[in-house]
């Protein structure tokens, strides 16, 4: 149990982790178009994040029955 906990909790921090890196200005200040595509780019992983979590979620409900 404690190992599922885990990996939880370190997709959580990966995914935060990202979107603070992809919002920080640093970022933005080196690359004029870097605003535009950090948006999007930062939706779509973190819709990787969500899908992932989600079916880790599935997998770990269908395995514990």
Known sequence: MAMYIIVIVVALIG?????LVGLSKENAKQNHEYESKAKENIGKIV???LVAI???II???LLMD
């Open 15 to 19: 995914g935060v982790g990202t979107v």
């Open 47 to 49: 819709l990787f994040y």
């Open 54 to 56: 989600i079916a880790f």
């Open 59 to 61: 997998l770990w409900v």
